[in-house]
């Protein structure tokens, strides 16, 4: 069993800065990846970006070049790093953990999840 829980969210302008935490108890060492999504309201869950347990990551698009994923094994906590937020990016993140499958870029594969923070981005 993983256990997560995601903090660092808030409302912010424009431009502005937020890292998000996501600290793991349990087995994390069996996953085979980590990621955080973001769900905004009426819309479908999406990827943001993902660290496999290589250490090698990917990010979304719409992201990349302003977010940053990385972890720190001996805190065992996982971390986005966003900078230039933008209206859109605003919306309910989740960190997730998969254990089941290199599948890692569809949601359903991930067995554990947090319960989310929220991310508001004013213009």
């Known amino acids: 069993q993983v256990q997560l829980v995601e903090s660092g969210g808030g409302s912010v302008q424009a431009g502005e800065s937020l890292r998000l935490s996501c600290a793991a108890s349990g087995q994390t060492s069996s996953n085979y990846c980590m990621g955080w999504f973001r769900q905004a309201p009426g819309k479908e869950r999406e990827f943001v970006s993902i660290i496999f347990r290589d250490g090698s990551t990917t990010y979304a698009s719409s992201v990349k070049g302003r977010f940053t994923i990385s972890q720190d094994n001996g805190k065992n906590t996982l971390y986005l790093q966003m900078n230039s937020l933008k209206p859109e990016d605003t919306a309910m993140y989740y960190c997730?953990?998969?254990?089941?499958?290199?599948?890692?870029?569809?949601?359903?594969?991930?067995?554990?999840w947090g319960q989310g923070t929220q991310v508001t981005v004013n213009s």
């Open positions: 997730a953990a998969n254990s089941r499958s290199w599948s890692c870029y569809s949601g359903p594969q991930y067995n554990y």
